[in-house]
């Protein structure tokens, strides 16, 4: 499993893929009190509508996430890996341009 997982993200020690994945883990422990903190902060409760609840979370969790992620990766020396993999990762919601022949 992690030989794939070496394989796909292009590295070659066991040691980076462990601070990879210590990044991932510390990133989504980090964004759960961080949603705790802003909801707290916008008195965002449990009689709060989930209709209020959801988009407020994907409006400030996931760039958050995004900001936690590059900070972590940074501290554990894997900014380049992680900065690579976001770029990958956002270039697949923005549409390609068609190239268009010249047929003249």
Do not use: E
Not at 14 to 25: G, H, P, R
Not at 80 to 92: E, I, L, P, V
Request: glycine share 4%; net charge positive.
């Amino acid at each position: 499993m992690f030989k794939k997982l070496k394989a796909r993200w292009g590295i070659k020690s066991n040691f980076q893929l462990i601070l990879i994945l210590l990044v991932f883990s510390i990133t989504g422990s980090a964004s759960v009190y961080v949603k705790a903190l802003i909801f707290k902060l916008l008195k965002i409760d449990a009689d709060t509508s989930l209709w209020i609840k959801i988009p407020m979370y994907v409006v400030t969790i996931i760039p958050a996430y995004q900001v936690l992620l590059l900070l972590f990766a940074a501290l554990l020396g894997q900014f380049t890996f992680f900065y690579n993999f976001q770029k990958k990762s956002f270039g697949r919601f923005i549409p390609k341009k068609k190239k268009v022949a010249d047929g003249a």
